[in-house]
């Protein structure tokens, strides 16, 4: 832990109201497991001394001790300690329900994370839609987790608000409102038939929360995380004061025209729900109602929004687009962020080396690291562009990197489709556009900052 997290730690401690301990209750008495569930796997909790202890078994799914009872707002804290060799977590404001997924135990996990990449605190949705807020590129955070003793976990929970700490170091802030109440839970993971495994252990003790009063005793907002927002099309007072702002304010469609209109198309697209859908048509590109563009021009940005897809769509989110370029059929010129179901659509197989499929940099980058939640659940989809330098992400993870008017670009760009169309991608700014491929696709959450120095 580096010398300024420890003196962060202290200050928190130092500045705690007095009161604070009068509040917490412990929901593990050292002796039994009074309180608690077993859901799921097969995997063993036992007491051993004062600490409550998880074991590895072999052929078992993921296992989950859980209290029996439920939460919600609440400051949690918890010494952990696990193998090395070991992926474990802390349940919060999670469910186990018969009619959702045979009974599976969903809901927000704090990660515990003894691996090289180091992800302890961070939040990953069990069963639901996987990673909401991970540790990269958070190296103070990632250095907080000792993996050879003792580690004290925090958790926040207070309205959408859940942030986390290890060892008094700031992990994880998240906005979310899909389970504002549930229980707590142990896991441990399941690790199938890896005899290198079998029988570790992860050791919980000093299980406590507060749950009465609790506004007095958070932890005030330090901005050292980065913050995620996962309230559709909204902003919250962070976003705000680090430059992002709405593209699009969920329920009319000031900001947008055609990318061949000077209005918005006056059919097939949607506004309802909080979401802004291109309608089905067959699958043909811009055939019903068309592309949508900004009305602005971006460069030097960072954007951030939300899709969902239907079986066997296509789309894209188009950036650096001329919208006076193509005067023929088919869609306006620009990059393209690849919205596609790789699985049952044709075109996942086109082009080269899997450079058309979902998160890539279509017909030119292939995507890496492509983590989805699935048809009908929503995505974040991320771009980045800084000068020459663009990035795509999906869902926390980096699937592309590049360097645009380079050699190496635009001998990428001669073996493309986009070869007629002299210095592709090389404009300093340009439209953002959200394609009509002929499938159901809709779009959410669209926010966009301006990148500056202080940014890079």
Request: charged share 25%; proline share 3%.
């Amino acid at each position: 832990m580096s010398t300024r997290s420890v003196i962060l730690a202290l200050i928190c401690l130092l500045a705690a109201p007095a009161g604070a301990e009068e509040k917490w209750r412990s929901l593990f008495d050292g002796k039994s497991l009074d309180g608690w569930v077993r859901l799921n796997g097969s995997a063993p909790y036992s007491v051993e001394g004062a600490e409550l202890v998880g074991r590895c078994v072999e052929g078992s799914p993921n296992s989950f001790l859980c209290t029996s009872e439920t939460f919600g707002d609440f400051i949690f804290e918890c010494d952990v300690k696990v193998d090395w060799t070991l992926n474990s977590g802390v349940q919060v404001r999670s469910a186990c329900r018969p009619d959702y997924k045979e009974g599976r135990v969903h809901g927000y996990q704090v990660e515990i994370d003894a691996s090289e990449r180091a992800w302890t605190g961070g939040i990953y949705d069990e069963s639901r839609r996987g990673w909401l807020h991970t540790l990269e590129g958070q190296d103070s955070s990632r250095k907080a987790f000792r993996g050879d003793g003792w580690n004290r976990l925090r958790v926040e929970a207070f309205g959408n608000s859940i942030r986390t700490w290890v060892n008094g170091v700031p992990c994880a802030d998240i906005l979310d409102s899909e389970s504002p109440t549930g229980f707590f839970g142990l896991q441990i993971h399941g690790v199938g038939s890896d005899s290198t495994k079998i029988g570790k252990t992860v050791r919980w003790k000093g299980i406590r929360v507060m749950t009465e009063g609790i506004g007095e005793y958070r932890t005030p907002d330090d901005r050292l995380t980065p913050q995620y927002n996962y309230l559709p099309n909204t902003l919250s007072d962070r976003e705000k004061k680090e430059g992002w702002r709405l593209l699009w304010d969920g329920t009319s469609s000031n900001g947008w025209r055609g990318a061949r209109l000077d209005r918005f198309p006056e059919g097939g697209w949607e506004i309802a729900d909080g979401a802004l859908t291109v309608q089905e048509s067959g699958g043909r590109e811009s055939n019903a109602g068309g592309d949508i563009v900004t009305t602005d021009e971006h460069g030097d940005f960072e954007l951030s929004i939300e899709f969902r897809i239907t079986r066997g769509a296509n789309s894209g989110i188009k950036y650096f687009v001329d919208t006076e370029l193509n005067k023929g059929e088919g869609s306006a010129i620009g990059c393209e962020f690849q919205i596609l179901d790789d699985a049952a659509h044709a075109d996942a197989a086109q082009g080269v080396n899997g450079n058309r499929k979902l998160a890539g940099l279509y017909d030119l980058i292939p995507p890496v690291n492509v983590r989805f939640n699935g048809i009908g659940e929503w995505n974040r989809a991320g771009i980045r562009a800084k000068g020459n330098h663009v990035e795509h992400w999906l869902n926390g993870f980096k699937t592309v990197v590049y360097e645009r008017a380079t050699q190496a670009w635009r001998a990428l760009v001669s073996h493309s489709k986009y070869v007629v169309w002299p210095a592709f991608g090389e404009a300093r700014q340009g439209h953002i556009l959200l394609q009509d491929h002929g499938n159901r696709v809709s779009f959410r959450s669209i926010k966009i900052r301006t990148l500056n120095k202080s940014r890079e």
